[in-house]
């Protein structure tokens, strides 16, 4: 066993060595090295001792601040004191190392006690002959219950469903369904509302575990239950679930299969990771870094960041082109060259703000109808008086800077045009790629971007080479 810790040096900061975070929050790195010691020696008991009171989320943090081998260790430590459910607070890279590591039969015997979604989660990015492996050594009732979730589409509602659920029929009194709720053992560890079926398992109505613990005993379940239910089909996208959450301030919903039938039911923390998954995937593909994530190797963050930056470098080319149609233009007057820059680099700002506020738009469903019309005028309004506000202000301080009044009138103007465009591309081209079914978080920044850099540079070089007679 070890040794005592309380005479273990403190960092010159204060840190607690005992202490799992520190006073920033973040993991304390003198509790971590004291696993790793623990881990490192087989100290079995003592790492029961440090790892027990934390939370699964906080096992995950542990998990991730650890390497391959030492996560593994700590695994087969805590045996079967380890919480699977911590695999699911980890990077997907994260994850899926440990999991290769681990013994199929070791994994099963994890998944077993895990409720059905985040089976599913831990089980869906396997290797087909690993993931049968292991739902073969479940008992029959829960790998027919995980092999259903798992035949639905990835990011669908079905596959994010868990399929413990509580379903009583209408003519169940209140005491009944409290005695069946006392006495069964095996009912889900959380839930908020309990289903009303037929006898096809058909939604008939809800019953709210406030509304049922408030009504006396002889009341009949149809007498209390609520008909005006919302369900989620198992096959809709997991992000259209999450509105309904939003619109209707959900905290559970009943999922149901083609023939609406109940087979599952998601609960708001689902829906809580479904929203940060969403929203994080769309700022990663906005920045063209795909499912990029921290814990990647090198060689894999390298590999998810070249087809962007291909891409961009074709772009790149374009731009160039277009300059290299005014080369005599710019030599005739260098003052061309420091200022298109300003045009092109205020444009595509002004581009992006405007493509932000359209992809959100988008992903909240806000442009219907006459909505998408009145934004793309107040857009291209927006261009235009932000156009002018700028041309007046680059043309003042350009006609300044250089002595050249007709520099700055130029400039002002390719600086409106610009600006004008930047705003009705950064509506349009999201528009047109949702339309077109692309994922505009995906290729709008590429595309405004070089709209206008490509008009920013043409408007500005073309109308200098046409007001000086450059030509």
């Known amino acids: ?17 005992d202490a799992f975070r520190d006073a920033e929050d973040r993991i304390n790195p003198l509790w971590i090295e004291r696993l790793r010691a623990h881990l490192a020696a087989g100290e079995t008991g003592d790492v029961a001792d440090m790892m027990t009171p934390l939370h699964a989320a906080d096992t995950g943090d542990v998990l991730e601040a650890l390497d391959n081998p030492e996560r593994l260790a700590l695994v087969l430590a805590l045996g079967d004191a380890f919480d699977y459910s911590a695999l699911t607070e980890v990077d997907e890279s994260v994850r899926l190392g440990l999991m290769e590591l681990l013994p199929n039969a070791e994994i099963a015997r994890g998944v077993a006690n895990l409720d059905s979604d985040d089976a599913v989660y831990l089980l869906e990015d396997l290797e087909e002959e690993d993931r049968d492996a292991i739902l073969a050594q479940l008992p029959p009732f829960e790998r027919l219950s995980l092999k259903r979730s798992l035949d639905f589409p990835e990011e669908s509602a079905g596959r994010r469903m868990q399929t413990e659920f509580i379903a009583i029929p209408p003519f169940w009194t209140v005491g009944q369904t409290i005695d069946y709720l006392r006495a069964e053992k ?13 006898a096809s398992y058909h939604v008939l109505g809800i019953v709210p575990l406030d509304k049922l613990l408030r009504t006396r005993r002889p009341v009949k379940i149809e007498a209390i239950m609520n008909t005006n239910v919302v369900l989620v089909d198992a096959m809709e996208d997991q992000e259209e679930a999450a509105r309904d959450f939003e619109r209707y301030d959900l905290v559970e919903v009943g999922v149901v299969d083609e023939n609406k039938r109940l087979v599952g039911v998601l609960t708001v923390d689902d829906i809580v990771d479904v929203i940060h998954e969403e929203a994080d995937e769309d700022i990663r593909l906005m ?184 030509f």
């Not at 066993?1 to 060595?17: A, C, K, L, Y």
């Open 186 to 198: 095996d009912l889900p560890d959380e839930f908020y509302q309990i289903y009303v079926v037929d």
């Open 287 to 470: 920045a063209g870094v795909g499912d990029e994530e921290v814990s990647d190797s090198t060689f894999d963050t390298v590999k998810s960041r070249v087809p962007w930056l291909v891409v961009n470098l074709i772009t790149a080319v374009l731009v160039s082109l277009v300059i290299g149609l005014f080369n005599a233009t710019i030599e005739q007057m260098v003052a061309l060259a420091v200022l298109m820059p300003i045009v092109a680099s205020m444009g595509g700002n002004a581009g992006t703000q405007t493509m932000t506020v359209t992809v959100r738009a988008l992903a909240m469903r806000e442009l219907e109808g006459r909505r998408r019309r009145r934004l793309v005028t107040r857009e291209m309004v927006v261009g235009f008086l932000n156009g002018v506000i700028f041309a007046v202000l680059v043309g003042v301080v350009t006609a300044l800077r250089f002595g050249n009044i007709d520099l700055g009138i130029v400039i002002g103007m390719a600086m409106t045009i610009n600006m004008i465009v930047a705003g009705t591309a950064g509506i349009l081209i999201p528009l047109t790629l949702h339309k077109l079914k692309a994922d505009p978080a995906v290729a709008s920044a590429v595309f405004v971007t070089t709209v206008t850099d490509v008009v920013g540079f043409f408007a500005f070089l073309a109308l200098a080479g046409l007001w000086f007679g450059l």
């Open 1 to 17: 066993m070890s040794d005592d810790h309380t005479d273990s040096p403190v960092e010159p900061s204060g840190i607690d060595p």
